[in-house]
């Protein structure tokens, strides 16, 4: 697969900025402990809705995650803001962010109904199930672009990189 000019996500100052950031790191930490906690939560969730068993746990488990997808995405936007300049948006990731937007929005939502009790457990846990759907989504957008940026690197790396071969 090659890489085209417009779907190069960093240029070189971008990749450098990238590279030498502390909130690579933090990012590349945080994304699979969110994920665990994800799989922790769905399953409990899951089960929760099967057998109504440990519906507290199921219910705790949702914050846990909310509250992890708040800092990966408090962290992220810092990421993004010293990568490319901005917090929120930057072309590379605008659909990513867009899609994370609705996304915080759902995990939101849950806290409020959770909080204020405004809603029975099962549809408590109905609307966990909603916002992990969204999650699961932007999710695989964050692995594209993850695969994306690689093939960027190789193709950067590569020694006919600029140069057409012929044929």
């Known amino acids: ?3 085209s000019a417009a779907s190069l996500l960093y240029t070189p100052a971008q990749r450098a900025r990238r590279d030498a950031t502390a909130w690579t790191l933090v990012q590349g930490v945080l994304a ?6 994800f799989l922790i939560s769905l399953y409990l969730v899951l089960h929760s809705l099967q057998t109504g068993q440990h519906t507290d746990w199921a219910l705790g488990s ?3 995650k909310t509250l992890v997808l708040y800092a990966i995405m408090v ?3 810092i990421w993004e803001k010293v990568v490319f300049g901005q917090y929120l ?4 990731f605008f659909w990513e962010d867009v899609v994370s937007m609705g996304v915080l929005a759902l995990h939101t939502a849950y ?6 009790g405004l809603w029975n457990p099962t549809e ?17 957008q964050y692995i594209r672009k993850l695969r994306m940026a690689r093939l960027q690197k190789n193709h950067s790396n590569s ?7 012929s044929t």
């Open 75 to 77: 962290t992220g936007a």
């Open 111 to 116: 806290l409020w109904v959770w909080w204020q």
């Open 32 to 37: 699979p402990v969110q994920f665990l906690v």
């Open 159 to 165: 020694p006919l990189s600029g140069a057409q071969a």
């Open 89 to 92: 948006f930057a072309p590379a």
């Open 1 to 3: 697969m090659s890489v």
């Open 62 to 64: 949702v914050v846990v």
């Open 124 to 140: 408590q846990l109905l609307l966990a199930l909603t916002a992990y759907v969204s999650y699961g989504i932007n999710a695989a």
